[in-house]
């Protein structure tokens, strides 16, 4: 993800949480976590040159867990959005994502445990290709969405990672944008929808790293049975150490490689002080 601000042990949180069971085992845990993370730079008289600058990004996670009876359903929302604004030219994005989603899965006593998920990552708003000099529109909310479910059996055993993998299929949908779901094998046609299937995997980890350090890194790969040479990659990570209540300093690595959308690997990195609040 990127921009993020994470959650680094709230007692607060926790102690609200604790309060949501009942006598019948079944608890609802819901948590939400926001953040503002804000960069700047600015020249006066300055013999060495430089462009002022000044970057903002709000981010928002939120969470709501269900657990009863072996059942786990684990619903996550995470949305970014920050602008740039470079000396005299206008503001730029930075940050546009939106993501969801949801497991559920049955602790059945095996080594693996069965689970369903469904997942959507699209855009919040316009996102535009700035690297021309002008602005050329490339995608918006849901357009592209895509949308994937997975069947299978998910392994979280271990200290340190938990990890799925099976059946997934990849629903893509455009309006506008219809260069991410057109069939190339029907030339007479542009669809504005594309249904993949293959495998999914994701894996997922938390370290702490020290009492005030957390590094989280997240990993999902898709193939489609069509060609099970090619792989859609992408590793999110984050490490999140925290000054205080309020403040959190944020280091952040993306790595994104999607062959529909580019053809090149795409990295994103940010370093920015962050503040953070805990609503829940």
Do not use: C
């Amino acid at each position: 993800m990127k921009g993020d601000s994470l959650k680094i042990n709230y007692p607060k949180s926790s102690a609200k949480n604790a309060k949501l069971k009942n006598d019948s085992s079944r608890v609802w845990i819901p948590t939400m976590v926001t953040g503002l993370n804000i960069s700047q730079i600015a020249f006066s008289n300055w013999t060495q040159r430089g462009s002022n600058a000044f970057t903002w990004t709000v981010t928002g996670k939120v969470g709501l867990d269900y657990k009863s009876d072996g059942w786990l359903l684990r619903n996550r929302a995470k949305a970014a959005y920050g602008r740039t604004k470079l000396g005299g030219q206008g503001y730029i994005t930075n940050d546009n994502e939106l993501f969801l989603e949801n497991v559920l899965s049955y602790s059945a006593g095996w080594a693996t445990d069965p689970f369903f998920s469904n997942t959507v990552i699209t855009t919040l708003t316009k996102g535009y290709n700035y690297n021309s000099g002008t602005p050329i529109l490339i995608a918006d909310f849901f357009d592209p969405g895509y949308v994937i479910q997975s069947l299978g059996f998910s392994y979280g055993k271990l200290k340190f990672v938990a990890t799925r993998l099976w059946l997934a299929p990849q629903e893509v949908f455009a309006n506008k944008h219809r260069e991410y779901t057109d069939n190339p094998k029907t030339p007479d046609k542009v669809e504005a929808f594309k249904l993949e299937t293959g495998f999914e995997s994701v894996s997922q980890t938390k370290v702490h790293v020290a009492d005030n350090i957390l590094l989280t890194s997240g990993v999902r790969l898709f193939t489609r049975f069509e060609n099970l040479t090619v792989w859609d990659v992408r590793w999110d990570n984050v490490i999140a150490a925290k000054v205080n209540s309020f403040i959190n300093v944020n280091f952040n690595y993306q790595l994104v490689y999607q062959k529909d959308q580019s053809r090149t690997t795409q990295m994103k990195e940010g370093l920015q002080l962050g503040v953070v609040y805990t609503v829940l």
